[in-house]
């Protein structure tokens, strides 16, 4: 009787021509690229291997860092273009300091990198901009609160143009949202809070939708997680 070769049989002896073989070299090559740029390991600088042993921590600091910035804003009383500028030139020296060890380790950057860090800084100029106006319209914590509506807009554009489907409870959270954003225009009742809900509200809104831009082009634009402040550091110039 005709034996019927098993599966591995047969694996083998595909691997045994040579577009198999090419085949293979192509899965291993990518498999290797995937890990290299993916996952963070020890060359990373040292500043950021202790960053990236401990990545919730991490978020919770940066977290706490952005809630407080608009508080201080607030208190600065300086003009919303003023505020952007200072706060990208405050913050400088750290991610310029963290880049040169990047560049020094893992060489210059690619020219797409580059391109994509820079058109994320036109919307990175546009979400300070817009927020620092819509804090003096609404203040600064519901400035905030609509800001961080990007959580909803990034999900909604990664499922339409990258299949990323949110998680259900982003669907949930859906009508909630967009309910407490008509509350908080004053559309509906009266005794809404700020000079101008309906002008901070739209600015809110234009906040989160740049942030939102500026999240996924760094995102697409710094894939190379062993260089994560070199494309930030070129969006902030």
């Known amino acids: 009787p005709r034996i019927r070769p098993s599966s591995r049989n047969w694996a ?6 040579p577009e198999g073989q090419l085949r293979e070299r192509q899965r291993r090559g990518a498999r290797l690229t995937e890990q290299k740029t993916a996952v963070p390991g020890p060359d990373l600088p040292w500043p950021l291997q202790a960053i ?7 978020a919770l600091l940066g977290a706490m860092c952005i809630a407080f910035s608009g508080i201080f804003y607030r208190y600065a009383e300086v003009s919303p273009s003023t ?7 405050f913050g400088l020296p750290v991610l310029v300091a963290v880049a040169y060890l990047e560049r020094r380790r893992f060489g210059p950057m690619p020219a797409q990198t580059v391109g ?13 901009t817009s927020w620092h106006h819509a804090i003096q319209y609404v203040g600064a914590g519901l400035a905030t609160v609509l800001g961080n509506l990007q959580v909803l807009v990034v999900g909604v554009v990664a499922w339409i143009f990258f299949g990323e489907r949110p998680a259900r409870s982003v669907f949930i959270a859906l009508p909630v949202v ?4 008509v509350l908080i225009s004053g559309a509906v009742g009266s ?12 600015l809110g809104l234009l906040t989160a939708v740049c942030y939102s831009g500026y999240l996924i082009v760094i995102r697409r634009g710094g894939r190379d997680l062993r260089r994560p402040a ?3 550091a070129v969006a902030t110039l």
């Open 191 to 202: 005794g809404a809070y700020g000079a101008s809900p309906s002008l901070g509200v739209a």
């Open 83 to 89: 505020g952007t500028v200072f706060r990208c030139l």
């Open 12 to 17: 083998c002896a595909s691997l045994a021509r």
């Open 116 to 128: 994509l860090a820079l058109l994320a800084g036109v919307f990175f100029a546009g979400d300070l």
């Open 52 to 58: 990236a042993r401990r990545p919730r921590l991490a």
């Open 230 to 232: 070199g494309p930030v």
């Open 178 to 181: 967009l309910a407490g954003v």
